[in-house]
């Protein structure tokens, strides 16, 4: 299989390669540059805007050179205070692209952060006095107004349902986030008693801990409130410390349960752990009992919203930079198209890493983690048409991601129309890596591991309550060591609320607790992949005549309104995804013409099928009794020996050493290394 990104002419990919000189026109900015100086190696400019302004000029003077522009960065911290915007006007062609990167051997950081220095003994009073006793002398104190910081954020009710909002300002100390002071410092706390019931603002809870908050003005609280995918954050209103009772703020959109997980945050009383921090809004002084001491590290607090801002441009890429500490997205690409994000590190970002649209951008090669909420989102083509957008994300490593918003901020997300994932290497987040909407995607080669850590009915692959996002094709991927903590678990590709016309082909499952699971839907294929110690392997209900039916029957539910939000009866459609022409007539609630079939299932359990239904479904040809004869499983070595049974029953070998990263002049960093949690799933054979 080629691994190629987006096919490129020979003047673009000049502009693309790693060595210096192949552009016809270069230019440098250094952080101790000048703005009045031409822009040469020896003479750099002091800014980005400076070298894009000098872009507009030559565009002016008479365009681009053929080969095009790079701007190279030179060594250092570029601190931003706001984003480059590179606008329709800045953008190159085919002939003369343009690209703004690091200079090759040299760290380049384009930071939205302020660096924190002065830090000092804690000698207010009342401050210390709201300090645990085993903190007091170890929490140093900074005063950040007195060095030029006044803008400090504020936390915000986020999470499930909410909009993506920036992140508050955040404290990073040698490269990685420190946390919110917050209570109890690992895991949750639970929900002891609903006096009032589900439908109210007031829990119960346990012991005497929270009593201690009473002086903190600004707590707020964050849980999986009712169901184990749904997370809110919301303010602290008060506190009944002789009842035990706390009410916040407002309501959860789906209410309470008892028992359910929570914890609070943002309180300089439980500031009582190394790595913790708080700041004091109203006094502007930042409290911090560092990990090391002072002098050993260096502690930044993110300022800017953005970094990097294209919009409408073609063809710009950005390489081999360092992109950190901002309240927002990293990269916005707004429209436009053959624009790219190469070998770049993208870390310590209060929203996603990146945001891409319009057609034939890409994310390539980067290293991504420590986001607040989620990695690449890709969204692009046209649905109605089924026009194709080629947005790529491919050989990106996410890790640590979602730290704030902690469900439906997956490492990538994809919607629109034909959109590709593939050889991506997407590992330890609370939710799904993988988020999809839309037709005719293509996830392929990607390895993906350690996901839904903090979660329960969730999906290493999720999509769902679609009949219309048909088309798309998951092939060749390796999922192993997928679990969640909540309720009902974790599945590996999860066709969530009759999701409907995916095709899921030779992909390796391994300890995942559910690992293809059709929620009620149809024209589903599962062919030809290989399962080991999955509960079951393949499950397949009938939540349309059960529980779902009222929802699959409503004209005003998401079903039926999304299908007639495209044109499913027309030409194009009717031609491209036949069944859905009359399914409305067909009795939509059942689940039919599901195909399971070629696969091979070693431990666990097989299947799952709903039995009223199974005469709708195929369900053959699969290799379930025998050893297939695997190179080494034991060490996750899923590839047939030559001999193997299965392959002389039609097995076709799955290529599964393709899966994941690949060593490429345009990655950010080699090798990478990577270990699954250790969280056999329930149930599972040993």
């Known amino acids: 299989m080629r691994r190629t990104s987006i096919v490129l002419t020979a003047a673009a990919m000049a502009a693309f390669m790693t060595g210096t000189g192949l552009a016809a026109a270069v230019f440098y900015v250094a952080p101790g540059g000048n703005d009045q100086a031409p822009g040469t190696k020896d003479a750099p400019f ?45 953008g190159g062609t085919e002939k003369s692209p343009v690209a703004y990167r690091g200079e090759p051997g040299q760290e380049v950081r384009l930071s939205g952060g302020r660096t924190v220095t002065g830090f000092r003994p804690v000698t207010d009073a009342a401050a210390l006095a709201r300090l645990p006793e085993e903190s007091r002398g170890k929490v140093l104190a900074a005063d950040l107004r007195a ?122 009383a439980e500031l ?35 970094l990097i801002n294209v919009d409408r441009a073609d063809y710009v890429t950005f390489r081999g930079l360092v992109l950190e500490a901002c309240r927002g997205p990293a990269v916005r690409i707004n429209g436009g198209s053959h624009n790219q994000v190469v070998g770049c590190t993208i870390r310590n970002v209060g929203n996603q890493a990146a945001l891409i649209s319009g057609s034939d951008n890409a994310v390539v090669g980067c290293d991504i983690c420590d986001t607040g909420d989620g990695g690449v989102l890709l969204s692009g083509g046209d649905r109605r048409t089924l026009a194709p957008a080629r947005l790529l994300a491919e050989n990106n490593h996410i890790y640590n991601f979602s730290r704030w918003s902690r469900t439906y901020r997956p490492a990538v997300g994809v919607s629109g129309c034909g959109n590709l994932v593939r050889h991506n290497l997407l590992h330890h987040g609370p ?183 199974r005469q709708f479904q195929v369900v053959e040809g699969n290799f379930l009794d025998a050893d297939p004869q695997f190179v080494d499983a034991a060490k996750g070595d899923f590839r047939l020996r030559p001999a193997s049974p299965a392959t002389a029953a039609g097995f076709k070998p799955i290529p599964v050493e393709k899966a994941g990263l690949y060593r490429d002049e345009r990655r950010a960093s080699w090798p990478v290394l990577h270990t699954p949690r250790d969280l056999p799933p329930p149930g599972l054979t040993k």
């Open 272 to 306: 009582d752990a190394p790595g913790e921090y708080y700041v004091d809004r109203q006094a502007g002084v930042l409290y911090f009992w560092p990990p090391s001491p002072p002098g050993q590290g260096r502690a930044v607090v993110s300022a800017a919203e953005q």
């Open 431 to 613: 939710h799904s890596a993988v988020q999809l909407g839309g037709n005719d995607h293509l996830l392929e080669f990607n390895e993906i591991h350690s996901v839904c850590a903090d979660t329960g009915d969730v999906g290493a692959f999720y999509t769902g309550r679609d009949w219309t996002a048909r088309g798309t094709v998951i092939r060749h991927n390796f999922f192993h060591h997928v679990a969640g903590p909540g309720m009902l678990g974790a599945m590996g590709v999860y066709l969530d609320d009759q999701a409907s016309g995916f095709t899921i082909f030779g992909n390796v499952f391994w300890r995942v607790t559910r690992a293809a699971f059709i929620g009620g839907g149809c024209d589903n294929t599962v062919e030809n992949n290989i399962f080991v110690d999955c509960a079951p392997a393949v499950h397949i209900d009938a939540r349309g005549l059960g529980w779902q039916k009222k929802a699959t029957d409503d004209p005003r539910g998401e079903l039926r309104t999304r299908l007639a939000a495209v044109p499913y009866q027309g030409e194009l459609w009717s031609r491209r995804y036949p069944p859905l022409v009359n399914i409305l007539s067909d009795d939509p609630g059942t689940p039919k013409r599901n195909r399971v079939v070629r696969n091979i299932c070693v431990g666990g359990k097989w299947e799952d099928v709903d039995a009223k239904t």
């Open 147 to 268: 060095q030029g910081i006044a803008d400090f954020g504020s936390l915000s009710q986020r999470g499930f349902g909410q909009p993506v909002r920036p992140a508050h300002m955040e404290l990073f100390y040698n490269d990685k986030p420190m946390t919110l002071a917050r209570w109890p410092n690992d895991g949750y706390a639970r929900i002891a008693d609903l006096p009032e019931g589900a439908r109210s603002r007031r829990f119960a809870y346990s012991g005497d801990r929270p009593a201690r908050w009473a002086a903190e003005a600004d707590a707020w609280l964050y849980g999986y409130w009712y169901h184990d995918w749904a997370d809110t954050y919301i303010r602290l209103e008060s506190i009944d410390a002789a009842k035990r009772i706390i009410t916040m703020a407002s309501e959860h959109n789906y209410g309470l349960r008892k028992n359910n997980r929570w914890m609070a945050l943002n309180i300089l």
């Open 46 to 90: 002091a800014t980005l805007e400076r070298a894009r302004d000098r872009l507009r000029e030559m565009k002016k003077a008479g365009g681009l050179p053929d080969g095009g522009v790079t701007v190279f960065l030179r060594g250092g911290t570029h601190e931003r205070r706001e984003a480059l915007v590179i606008s329709e006007a800045d």
